[in-house]
């Protein structure tokens, strides 16, 4: 079992930066790739970012070059680091781990852009 627990969030203007955390506990020894998802309101959870075990990176087309993903492997840690906002980037975002070929799930942090 795989516990996360995300920090940060909130409102932001259009163009301002905000700083997502997500800190694993539990079997984090098995965790193989940790990333971000988001759902906004009438859509499905679409994948954000996501950084493995061997430090490669990958990121939706759609925050590319805005988003950047930071794995911190000793302290468990992953952070999503979020500049140029835009109001469609307005929705929960969940933090994800992939350990043991299940997928765990923070309980999700509020993103709003305000145009």
């Keep these: 079992q795989v516990q996360l627990v995300e920090f940060g969030g909130g409102l932001v ?68 680091q979020m500049n140029s906002l835009k109001p469609e980037d307005t929705a929960v975002y969940y933090c994800n781990a992939f350990s043991g070929g299940v997928d765990y799930w923070g309980q999700g942090t509020q993103v709003t852009v305000s145009s």
Excluded at 37 to 61: H, L
């Design 13 to 80: 203007q259009t163009g301002g930066s905000l700083r997502l955390s997500c800190a694993a506990s539990g079997s984090i020894f098995s965790i193989s790739a940790m990333g971000w998802y988001r759902s906004a309101p009438g859509k499905q959870r679409e994948f954000i970012a996501v950084a493995t075990r061997g430090g490669t990176t990958n990121y939706a087309d759609s925050v590319k070059g805005r988003f950047t993903i930071t794995r911190d492997k000793a302290k468990n840690t992953v952070t999503l």
